[in-house]
T-cell receptor
Framework: ETGVTQSPTHLIKTRGQQVTLRCSSQ?????VSWYQQALGQGPQFIFQ???????GRGNFPPRFSGLQFPNYSSELNVNALELDDSALYLC????????????FGQGTRLTVV | QKEVEQDPGPLSVPEGAIVSLNCTYS??????FMWYRQYSRKGPELLMY????GNKEDGRFTAQVDKSSKYISLFIRDSQPSDSATYLC????????FGDGTTLTVKP
């Protein structure tokens, strides 16, 4: 078990709604990254936060946004949900920006109907 | 074309076999190379990471990187049923780029 916890574990939303996913980082880790993992695929990088600032973003539209708090916990917000947003959302915390030793949470399974 | 291509599998081997998992990549900027294991309905778990070309060993696992060929491998010796999982390669320059995973089944 890693020290990274995500909530909720499962979520069902309707197309067009908004969702907030939460992540509590491993103690002492100041870097958090969020990933989207569709069924049968590898995780896709959404963005990374370092000391409360966004530090890199993948190929995701602006309706995907995030926050990192002073205690290094983090949120992922998705507006105007689309059916294709259905996926496992993973957060990973690490001590360095290269994510060489990243610890993942168990993920949030989001279903958009 | 994806930046990281992973042998898709699935792979099924008998217990005790040597397993070879492979990825190729196209981005020369990748500096770090990682292997993760992901069990069903769980987040990925880091197995090993390496920086330079060559081999790195950890117990039954050996990671191999060939930067000149842009090719990385993970070898599992004496495979066990508990090794049954999806294995993901990942590479990092500032963000991590993952392969799509190879699902391994080790049969008793």
């Amino acid at each position: 078990e890693t020290g990274v916890t995500q909530s909720p574990t499962h979520l069902i939303k309707t197309r067009g709604q908004q969702v907030t996913l939460r992540c509590s980082s491993q103690s002492g880790h100041n870097t958090v990254s969020w990933y989207q993992q569709a069924l049968g695929q590898g995780p896709q990088f959404i963005f990374q936060y370092y000391r409360e600032e966004e530090n890199g973003r993948g190929n995701f539209p602006p309706r995907f946004s995030g926050l990192q708090f002073p205690n290094y916990s983090s949120e992922l917000n998705v507006n105007a949900l689309e059916l294709d947003d259905s996926a496992l959302y993973l957060c990973a915390s690490s001590l360095d920006l290269m994510n060489t030793e990243a610890f993942f949470g168990q993920g949030t399974r989001l279903t958009v109907v | 074309q994806k930046e990281v291509e992973q042998d898709p599998g699935p792979l099924s081997v008998p217990e005790g076999a040597i397993v070879s998992l492979n990825c190729t990549y196209s981005n020369s900027a990748f500096q770090y190379f990682m292997w993760y294991r992901q069990y069903s309905r769980k987040g990925p778990e880091l197995l090993m990471y390496t920086y330079s070309s060559g081999n790195k060993e950890d117990g039954r696992f050996t990671a191999q990187v060939d930067k000149s060929s842009k090719y990385i491998s993970l070898f599992i010796r004496d495979s066990q049923p508990s090794d049954s999982a999806t294995y993901l390669c990942a590479m990092s320059e500032s963000k991590s780029t993952f392969g799509d995973g190879t699902t391994l089944t080790v049969k008793p």
